[in-house]
């Protein structure tokens, strides 16, 4: 064969190869020429920071297009003809896989190890126990504020603190109020005076105010755990003063000597002389103490006990007789048993407690006297500080202190207390309804004195909200006893109710029927009670 016809067959070849090449295998030049871009466009991102596209990272096996080892080769001569070699190189998937989880895990680790674990430097060392008050001695100033603070910070929901006014030497008198404040006002609940006497003890200086502060102490430690005190305290106020002349209470050598004893200053019996030098005072409550006591206790008709806490020295109990009310009297002897020792006769106990408690009442312009004409109020005398010294659960005290919270509860039981409910309701014609009620004191007390009933023609009364009332009649131990009279606009004195009393009323009222009729029974000393009704 010539050298012409080798370089045709040649020629051929090549031709042949090259037609067999192009129709097996697509161009790859497209594939190069994608990451190019025009003028103005942002480069194409690298593999790690590519667009959030999931199906390169889960699944790497499809990402080469072409598998260059399939490439036909029929004649290994032509091997080094110019193959693209540069097509089988897109390598996404050895660099994806170490970019994408060293991105996660540091960031998420260092956020929540803090947040869980607080430096020990946040927790706060417990607060210093409060020194307990030695109420064996005489309570200075500064340790008499803070402890009032402390019992008003400690309860506040039974215990708030108020001011009467200033003294004479320019100090706050104090006053703790004690209930349930979440039941009402203070003011419209049955109250009892806790009270320091103004008579001056052996040392010649009022008794000291920490009997006062003792009894407020326990009383409201127990009604944070027992459900009988919390419950009566609730519907009770109790007021305390424990320390109504805190001039020579409190720093006695400072204070220039007064004109007038304050147990001598009320106007109730007193005189314009006595066998002291003026010791009555130039008039009754000439002294500011007096004045801010008087005119608190005159604003309070709801206060009908007083436990005076007074030595007394100065008494003088003979000769004193009195009429006193029966259930007085009774009362004379629950509270006898609670102060008499085991072994005395309760006769004799109770005796011995009525005569004291006249004395006291009777004696001439005394803070007890005070009490009884202008309040009405039963006065019953405790004598806590000439007892011996005992360590208690909360210091040491004289043991009589520990008898002033019991004392409390017994006289806050016997508290005149005034109870309602609607019995039958009757139609009478269309529009007039009658309906039956009973209201009963439950209190040992009465809603009034009997000798103070001739100035006042009702301590109890009667209203009622959603008709119009034309009549109440009242009846008394199953007799009818008349009707009641009317107060305008809207209120039926009913008169007074002794203790344990119960009497039955009869309201006629006009009013539609399906009427809901609200009826209140008010009371000077004996709260308030409340009860409803529908006519139909």
């Given at each position: 064969?010539s050298?012409?016809?080798?370089?045709?067959?040649?020629?051929?070849?090549?031709?042949?190869?090259?037609?067999?090449?192009?129709l097996?295998?697509?161009?790859?030049?497209?594939?190069?020429?994608?990451?190019?871009?025009?003028?103005?466009?942002?480069?194409?991102?690298?593999?790690?920071?590519?667009?959030?596209?999931?199906?390169?990272?889960?699944?790497p096996?499809?990402?080469p297009?072409?598998?260059?080892?399939?490439?036909?080769?029929?004649?290994?001569?032509?091997?080094?003809?110019?193959?693209?070699?540069?097509t089988?190189?897109?390598?996404?998937?050895p660099?994806?896989?170490?970019?994408?989880?060293?991105?996660?895990?540091?960031?998420?680790?260092?956020?929540?190890?803090?947040?869980?674990?607080?430096?020990?430097?946040?927790?706060?060392?417990?607060?210093?126990?409060v020194?307990a008050?030695?109420?064996?001695?005489?309570?200075?100033?500064?340790?008499?504020?803070?402890?009032?603070?402390?019992?008003?910070?400690?309860?506040?929901?039974?215990?708030?603190?108020?001011?009467?006014?200033?003294?004479?030497?320019?100090?706050?008198?104090?006053?703790?109020?004690?209930?349930?404040?979440?039941?009402?006002?203070?003011?419209?609940?049955?109250?009892?005076?806790?009270?320091?006497?103004?008579?001056?003890?052996a040392?010649?200086?009022?008794?000291?105010?920490?009997?006062?502060?003792?009894?407020?102490?326990?009383?409201?430690?127990?009604?944070?755990?027992?459900?009988a005190?919390?419950?009566?305290?609730?519907?009770?106020?109790?007021?305390?003063?424990?320390?109504?002349?805190?001039?020579?209470?409190?720093?006695?050598?400072?204070?220039?000597?007064?004109?007038?004893?304050l147990?001598?200053n009320?106007?109730?019996?007193?005189?314009?002389?006595s066998?002291?030098t003026?010791?009555?005072?130039?008039?009754?409550?000439?002294?500011?103490?007096?004045?801010a006591?008087?005119?608190?206790?005159?604003?309070?008709?709801?206060?009908?006990?007083?436990?005076?806490?007074?030595?007394?020295?100065?008494?003088?109990?003979?000769?004193?007789?009195?009429?006193?009310?029966?259930?007085?009297?009774?009362?004379?002897?629950?509270?006898a048993?609670?102060?008499?020792?085991?072994?005395?006769?309760?006769?004799?106990?109770?005796?011995?407690?009525?005569?004291?408690?006249?004395?006291?009442?009777?004696?001439?312009?005394?803070?007890?006297?005070?009490?009884?004409?202008?309040?009405?109020?039963?006065?019953?005398?405790?004598?806590?500080?000439?007892?011996?010294?005992?360590?208690?659960?909360?210091?040491?005290?004289?043991?009589?202190?520990?008898?002033?919270?019991?004392?409390?509860?017994?006289?806050?039981?016997?508290?005149?207390?005034?109870?309602?409910?609607?019995?039958?309701?009757?139609r009478?014609?269309?529009?007039?309804?009658?309906?039956?009620m009973?209201?009963?004191n439950?209190?040992?007390?009465?809603?009034?004195?009997?000798?103070?009933?001739?100035?006042?023609?009702?301590?109890?009364?009667?209203?009622?909200?959603?008709?119009?009332?034309?009549?109440?009649?009242?009846?008394?131990?199953?007799?009818?006893?008349?009707?009641?009279?009317?107060?305008?606009?809207n209120?039926?004195?009913?008169?007074h109710?002794?203790?344990?009393?119960?009497?039955?009323?009869?309201?006629?009222?006009?009013?539609?029927?399906?009427?809901?009729?609200?009826?209140?029974?008010?009371?000077?000393?004996?709260?308030?009670?409340?009860?409803?009704?529908?006519?139909?």
């Amino acid at each position: 064969m010539s050298a012409r016809s080798l370089s045709a067959v040649a020629l051929c070849a090549l031709f042949t190869l090259a037609s067999a090449h192009a129709l097996q295998e697509p161009e790859p030049v497209p594939e190069i020429e994608i990451p190019v871009r025009t003028e103005g466009q942002d480069p194409p991102p690298k593999p790690p920071d590519s667009p959030p596209d999931p199906v390169p990272i889960p699944d790497p096996a499809p990402t080469p297009v072409p598998d260059p080892a399939p490439t036909p080769a029929p004649d290994p001569a032509p091997t080094p003809a110019p193959t693209p070699a540069p097509t089988p190189a897109p390598i996404p998937t050895p660099v994806v896989t170490p970019a994408v989880t060293p991105a996660v895990t540091p960031a998420v680790t260092p956020a929540v190890t803090p947040a869980v674990t607080p430096p020990p430097a946040v927790v706060k060392p417990p607060p210093a126990p409060v020194p307990a008050i030695d109420y064996s001695a005489r309570v200075e100033e500064a340790a008499f504020e803070a402890e009032i603070a402390r019992l008003v910070a400690a309860h506040p929901a039974r215990a708030r603190r108020a001011s009467l006014g200033k003294s004479r030497g320019g100090r706050d008198i104090a006053l703790l109020a004690l209930t349930e404040f979440a039941t009402g006002s203070p003011d419209a609940k049955p109250g009892l005076l806790l009270v320091t006497g103004l008579d001056p003890a052996a040392d010649g200086r009022p008794a000291g105010p920490g009997a006062a502060l003792f009894a407020a102490r326990a009383l409201l430690e127990r009604a944070d755990q027992d459900p009988a005190t919390a419950a009566w305290l609730a519907n009770t106020s109790v007021y305390v003063l424990p320390a109504p002349d805190p001039d020579p209470t409190f720093a006695p050598d400072a204070v220039p000597p007064r004109a007038c004893r304050l147990d001598r200053n009320f106007p109730s019996g007193w005189k314009p002389w006595s066998s002291e030098t003026c010791a009555q005072g130039p008039y009754p409550l000439s002294e500011p103490e007096t004045r801010a006591v008087a005119r608190f206790l005159s604003a309070r008709t709801n206060i009908g006990g007083v436990m005076l806490l007074s030595r007394g020295k100065d008494l003088n109990p003979q000769g004193a007789s009195g009429n006193d009310d029966e259930f007085e009297r009774i009362l004379y002897g629950h509270l006898a048993a609670e102060e008499a020792a085991s072994d005395a006769d309760a006769k004799t106990a109770t005796e011995a407690l009525m005569v004291r408690s006249r004395a006291f009442v009777r004696e001439s312009g005394s803070l007890a006297a005070f009490c009884s004409s202008r309040l009405c109020a039963f006065v019953w005398p405790v004598n806590p500080f000439d007892a011996q010294v005992v360590d208690t659960t909360r210091g040491r005290a004289p043991s009589g202190y520990m008898r002033l919270e019991p004392g409390l509860a017994r006289l806050a039981a016997e508290l005149p207390r005034v109870v309602c409910s609607v019995q039958k309701t009757e139609r009478l014609r269309e529009r007039l309804w009658k309906v039956d009620m009973e209201v009963s004191n439950s209190g040992l007390l009465p809603t009034l004195p009997t000798g103070e009933r001739a100035l006042s023609p009702g301590s109890v009364w009667f209203e009622a909200a959603g008709g119009r009332v034309s009549q109440v009649g009242i009846a008394r131990g199953g007799n009818a006893e008349g009707n009641a009279t009317q107060r305008p606009p809207n209120a039926w004195l009913l008169g007074h109710l002794d203790g344990r009393e119960r009497i039955k009323i009869f309201v006629i009222v006009e009013a539609a029927e399906g009427t809901n009729l609200e009826i209140a029974i008010k009371t000077l000393r004996a709260g308030e009670a409340r009860c409803a009704t529908v006519l139909h």
